[in-house]
């Protein structure tokens, strides 16, 4: 079943097209991640979902049901928001935030009081020690788990996340996507996962949209990308891959290849980062090594570097 | 240092009393303030271009001199608390509503995004979100109005408001620097108080803030409300300008008056401001009673015929014709007291003792000329140098001195012959002779209590009880009461008190 549909949605600033004739469905429990580079038009799209933004053109359906024909608070009240800036009221509590759409909704005080509790121990924070603590004295990380536990707190069926991580160490990083793969496992909660990074979106989602320009290139699983990337996706994802990776002897890539008896025109300790141009351009590249010599194509390296992280 | 703790310990429960005045002008004032600025600085964050010309319009109201601004106010508002009032809330408006709207304006996007995101209703996130995040930058420009405030409400003096500015203006106009100093410390010791009392505001929860401001609306405003509503015995209100003299004589007027009639409350306001302040006062009914001179009624508040000016110049009593002209406004005057507060020209009293000296005329018998301290006025006035050199002949060596110098120099024997008025608190204090104007080269100010002809037809037993000075304190007995409270820091009404009872016009206490 289809929660969320966009139908030939233009979006348009004085008019130059920031988001241009996009057409795309997602289903119920989808964690579907947006990904392209920045200004490809991803936050637009994403606050179009829950009105932040208006199209210009075109509609979107929540449950089939028209946006513009939903009560905006209603709506608000039934997709969560998770911002990059992380955006924890700096005059509340960590516990105050967390409660405050629940409030809103006028739930049971003692309700609200053990949905926060469990909110924060789903995220790993033991709630004696950070319920009433100021978000100024919890670290980058720990925010951005309450602003999760914030947006997820009074259940509702989908969440936005606009680069939510980005702003964070790679360390909490890594962490903070795991823990977003458990809770979306746990929770079937519909997940619109904004990102420019595409090692993130390998990692996290279930289906991936890429964006350039405003406009939807692609949309795929993680599996068939790899097996069958577009070029263009290809470049955006070498060039979004971590630097150290491309470091990598490429011979470290031997059990992804496929053997060969042909000669290598690559010497076995060549940084993989040598050889990415030429599979962009969808090409493949031979390796000489020790352990016999072997071939590389685009997706092969795409699997590894999925696997690698 | 010492001068300034005597005068403390002396004047401490005029000072107190003036400090309430201070306290109750600037917080309504600031309420007023932030009732009118915090909406508007709300509003304006939806209405950008409202918010450009909002503040332009209350800069330029800032940018009004104070002085101006309230002189501008009395013909709208009259005297008193009002126009005070109305002046400092408009100088309250910019910072308050500046930083209302540049604080909300400057928070951070990301908040505000958030807050639509969760579906907050637009009133839910100005309470929760928008003013809380604000708060600093507002409580900042609350803190700079608050200082502001009470800095210019020492002008509220001026007007008839009251205030910490009456010490203020009472020590420029006896040039007594420890009472503007007085006046000026409590003044910047109560905008410091204010000021830390604001920044601690904001370390408090919201809900408390809010609770306290509101207990202050309430009891100032119901102070007010109580004030207007209760009632209250029939109130003659009695003026005085600046200066101990004037002081001393409505405190005569009010235990003169309050012992005719024990049902008749006498309120006194000192210092209440200059000349044509307190007779504009007197005739819109802000005030029942002032003491005037005859002298100043007919040069300055009425205008007298050629031939009456002339008649006066030639020595006539001043007093029926300036009764006759108060009339045409409405006005009467009371009888006038014996002596004549006018110019004088002093010496010292061992000189003229020495030379057997007691009237101006008998100057011309030294050969060269005497050394003369006068001030810039009385130099260049007709009725005053250039009248002694035309009417009695007489030639000085000049040199010309502030007023506050003269008696000074007097004293020290830089000049032997000085400038002054006759009823002087330094002539009895440095022990001088004011000579006697025997050619009658000054006019005669003689003092009268000045009333509108209605209250007085109301009460005449107000005005008999007035009338009781009547011919009543010479001039040496004006300059002794004028030296014990200028001089030896007795209180008006103790000095006006003693003086009453010594002559017999107060009757024993019942
Ligand atoms: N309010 C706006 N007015 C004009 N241009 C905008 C506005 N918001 C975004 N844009 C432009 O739209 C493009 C897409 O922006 P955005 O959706 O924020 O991209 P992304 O989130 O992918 O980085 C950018 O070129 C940006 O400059
Ligand atoms: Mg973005």
């Not at chain 2, 009259?78 to 304006?105: D, K, S």
């Not at chain 2, 009632?231 to 235990?255: C, D, F, R, W």
Request: aromatic share 8%; charged share 20%; glycine share 8%.
């Amino acid at each position: 079943m289809n929660v969320l549909k966009f139908d030939h949605v233009t979006k348009r600033y004085d008019g130059r097209a920031v988001v241009e004739d996009l057409s795309l469905t997602i289903g119920e429990g989808e964690l579907f991640v947006l990904v392209g580079a920045s200004g490809s038009g991803k936050t637009t799209t994403l606050k179009m979902i829950n009105r932040l933004i208006e199209p210009t053109d075109g509609d979107i359906y929540f449950n089939d049901k028209r946006l513009i024909d939903t009560d905006l608070r209603d709506l608000r009240w039934n997709i969560g928001y998770v911002l990059q800036q992380i955006a924890l009221f700096p005059n509340m509590t960590v516990g105050a935030n967390i409660a405050l759409i629940p409030q809103m909704k006028h739930w049971p005080k003692d309700q609200i009081k053990q949905r926060v509790d469990e909110m924060l121990e789903a995220v790993d924070l033991a709630p004696e020690k950070y319920r009433d603590r100021m978000p100024d004295e919890l670290s980058g990380g720990e925010q951005q788990r309450v602003g999760i536990c914030r947006a997820l707190a009074s259940k509702p069926p989908m969440v936005l996340m606009d680069e939510p991580f980005s702003a964070l160490d790679p360390i909490s990083r890594t962490s903070l996507q795991d823990m977003v793969l458990r809770l979306h496992r746990k929770l079937k909660t519909t997940i619109v996962f904004v990102t420019h990074d595409m090692n993130e979106a390998m990692k996290l989602g279930d289906r991936i949209a890429v964006m350039r320009s405003g406009k939807l290139l692609q949309v795929a699983t993680p599996e068939e990308i790899a097996a069958n990337p577009a070029t263009s996706f290809v470049s955006d994802f070498f060039a979004g891959a971590a630097p150290a990776l491309l470091e990598t002897p490429i011979f470290e890539l031997a059990s992804f290849g496929t053997p060969t008896t042909e000669q290598g025109s690559y010497a076995e300790d060549t940084p993989l980062q040598v050889v990415l141009a030429p599979l962009a351009e969808g090409k493949h590249v031979t390796v000489a090594a020790q352990a016999g010599n072997f071939k590389l194509n685009a997706s092969q390296v795409l699997g590894y570097l999925a696997k690698a992280k | 240092m010492q001068n300034l703790w005597e005068t403390f310990l002396t004047r401490r429960s005029d000072l107190l009393a003036a400090l309430g005045e201070h306290i109750q002008l600037s917080l309504i004032a600031l309420l007023l303030a932030l009732l009118i600025a915090v909406p508007l600085g709300i509003w304006a964050q939806n209405h950008p271009r409202f918010a450009g010309a909002l503040l332009q319009v209350t800069g330029v109201l800032q940018t009004i001199p104070s002085l101006a601004l309230l002189g501008l106010l009395i013909p709208i508002v009259g005297i008193g608390t009002a126009p005070a009032i109305i002046a400092l809330v408009v100088y309250a408006l910019l910072p308050i509503f500046q930083n209302t709207y540049t604080g909300l304006h400057e928070i951070d996007p990301a908040y505000t995004e958030a807050a639509d995101a969760f579906g907050m209703s637009k009133p839910l996130k100005l309470v929760k979100v928008q003013l809380p995040l604000a708060m600093p930058v507002i409580i900042g420009g609350i803190r700079t109005a608050t200082v502001l405030i009470i800095g210019t409400a020492t002008l509220a003096a001026l007007v008839g408001g009251g205030g910490l500015g009456t010490f203020i203006l009472l020590g420029i106009n006896r040039n007594d620097t420890t009472l503007t100093l007085l006046g000026a410390i409590a003044a910047a010791l109560l905008a410091l108080v204010f000021s830390w009392f604001i920044a601690r505001l904001q370390k408090w929860p919201w809900r408390v803030s809010v609770g306290v401001l509101a207990a202050l609306a309430l009891a100032f405003g119901g102070t007010a409300v109580y004030q207007a509503v209760a009632p209250q015995p029939e109130t003659i209100i009695v003026a005085g300008k600046l200066g101990s003299e004037p002081e001393i004589l409505i405190n005569m007027y009010k235990q003169l008056i309050e012992q005719t009639d024990a049902k008749v409350k006498v309120s006194l306001k000192p210092n209440f401001g200059q000349t044509s302040f307190l007779f504009n006062a007197l005739k819109s009914k802000k005030i029942d009673v002032y003491p005037e001179f005859t002298g100043t009624v007919v040069t300055s508040l009425v205008k007298p015929t050629a031939k009456q000016n002339q008649a006066i110049a030639n020595g006539a009593d001043s007093y029926p014709i300036a009764e006759k002209l108060l009339n045409q406004q409405q006005l009467t005057m009371g009888k006038p007291m014996k002596y004549n507060n006018t110019y004088a020209v002093v010496v010292k009293r061992d000189f003229a003792k020495a030379h057997q000296i007691t009237k101006l005329s008998q100057l011309s018998q030294f050969a060269t000329p005497l050394k003369a301290g006068f001030d810039l006025e009385f130099n260049s006035r007709q009725d005053g140098y250039k009248g002694i050199q035309s009417l009695y002949g007489l030639t000085f060596s000049v040199q010309t001195l502030d007023a506050s110098l003269r008696y000074q120099a007097l004293d020290g024997g830089q000049v032997q012959v000085t400038d002054g008025y006759s009823t002087d608190s330094q002539i009895r204090q440095y022990h001088l002779l004011a000579l006697q104007d025997d050619k009658h080269l000054f006019p005669v100010y003689r003092g009268a209590p000045l009333m509108r002809q209605d209250f007085a037809q109301a009460h005449p037993q107000v005005v008999k009880a007035l009338n009781r000075l009547a011919n009543r304190i010479t001039e040496p007995e004006m300059q002794e009461m004028n030296y014990q409270v200028n001089v030896k820091g007795q209180s008006a009404a103790k000095v006006a008190k003693a003086y009453l009872k010594a002559h017999g016009l107060l009757k024993e206490a019942r």
